[in-house]
């Protein structure tokens, strides 16, 4: 019996409890396509009132929660849609707003905290008057928690503020909340409230929540109307759903309070890595369930300590050439936190003591990264 890995890639990896696994060979379902299967209609109506919306609409993919979002208000040619130069929807989802969508992005630097400068926003908003040469503004994108940013939380007032600007110039403001409940219980706002200034919000079901596939939009009537049109343009139109959304509405159930200890483990996870010399972590800085750390010796690097780890069933992935990032969620244990921390240490002392041993092992991708 191969032992449990202690699985730190991401959120995403999660897999079905028995719970959902239950749930999903019980539901009723019926065809979706045709609007008829009475656990997706249920599942979205509960997800609208949670997230303080009028509808929702569950999609297979946060990816395609945000290509759908961002179509269904950039609908016109021309369209330009304001974003993190860090954000997911600019760097890891293949620039679909461009190639399927014609939607042209403005980034704006993200900071460090997941935010972009108020002033840079307002700056980035195209003058009507040059519509003659300028894609016309019609979308602003936020990501709260944010990824790329170490899962730091943008704060209620933040995104209100950012909701003002948007609605005086006339714009949407679209949240990719694929982490939206980490952030709520890391503030201690009501999801709800954090979302309150958003015309759409993309949640993923499948990253801490842990449900096995999907994600959903939530928004008004009308602009859930247009976005089920693209859904099924987009090939996402699927049929007996309610075996995927009877896992996310216990996924939802059963997984919203535990997120706080993913939280309160990846602080531990932090403080504990600060302790080897070799690393470079701001542990302070750990909001909600993911830990960056950057290698600061030449002789390890993310690719070998996370090759290195994986023999120890540890898995990891590299999160750029010199830092690796560590994601918590529900199926990890405190004593997995322990366990990872330990074979953190002796990988650091053996890829320092025998280098050479690991010479087989390349520099290249490991089998379970994005190719960082
Ligand atoms: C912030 C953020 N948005 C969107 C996505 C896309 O979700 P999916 O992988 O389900 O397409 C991810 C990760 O997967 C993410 O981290
Ligand atoms: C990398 C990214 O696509 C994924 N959302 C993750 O955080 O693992």
Avoid: W
């Avoid at 979308?139 to 003002?164: M, W």
């Avoid at 939530?218 to 089920?228: E, N």
């Amino acid at each position: 019996m191969v032992a449990k890995a202690v699985d730190l890639r991401s959120d995403t990896v999660t897999k079905p409890s028995d719970a959902m696994r239950s749930a999903m060979a019980s539901a009723d379902v019926d065809d979706d396509v045709l609007g008829a299967d009475p656990t997706a209609r249920r599942f979205e109506a509960e997800m609208a009132a949670l997230m303080g919306k009028e509808a929702a609409l569950f999609v297979p993919s946060g990816t395609m929660a945000n290509l759908v979002s961002v179509l269904a208000h950039c609908d016109v040619r021309g369209s330009e849609v304001i974003l993190g130069d860090a954000s997911h929807i600019h760097v890891y989802e293949n620039g679909g707003i461009s190639t399927i969508g014609g939607v042209h992005p403005k980034t704006v630097p993200n900071n460090p905290d997941g935010t972009m400068d108020i002033d840079r926003i307002v700056e980035a908003i195209r003058d009507r008057a040059g519509a003659l040469l300028y894609p016309t503004t019609r979308l602003i994108c936020l990501e709260n928690t944010h990824a790329n940013c170490g899962g730091k939380c943008l704060s209620v007032e933040y995104t209100d503020k950012v909701g003002e600007i948007a609605k005086s110039h006339g714009l949407k403001l679209h949240i990719d909340g694929a982490r939206i409940f980490n952030a709520s219980v890391a503030l201690g706002v009501p999801v709800d409230r954090l979302v309150k200034a958003a015309d759409s919000v993309s949640v993923c079901l499948s990253k801490g929540l842990g449900a096995p596939v999907g994600s959903v939009i939530v928004g008004s009537k009308a602009f859930i109307d247009k976005a089920k049109i693209l859904r099924k343009t987009l090939g996402g139109g699927m049929r007996q759903i309610g075996v995927l959304c009877a896992a996310a509405y216990v996924a939802v159930r059963d997984n919203r309070g535990k997120l706080a200890d993913d939280h309160r483990r990846a602080k531990v996870l932090a403080e504990g890595l600060k302790k080897i010399k070799q690393f470079s972590v701001d542990s302070a800085s750990v909001e909600t369930n993911m830990v960056f750390f950057d290698i600061m010796d030449p002789r390890i690097s993310p690719h070998r300590l996370c090759q290195v780890l994986e023999q120890r069933n540890v898995l990891a992935m590299p999160a750029s050439s010199k830092s690796v990032r560590f994601v918590l969620h529900y199926q990890i244990s405190d004593s997995d936190v322990q366990y990872a921390l330990t074979c953190v240490e002796k990988a650091v002392d053996d890829l320092l003591k025998g280098g050479a041993k690991f010479e087989h092992l390349t520099n290249g991708t490991t089998k379970n990264s994005y190719g960082h």
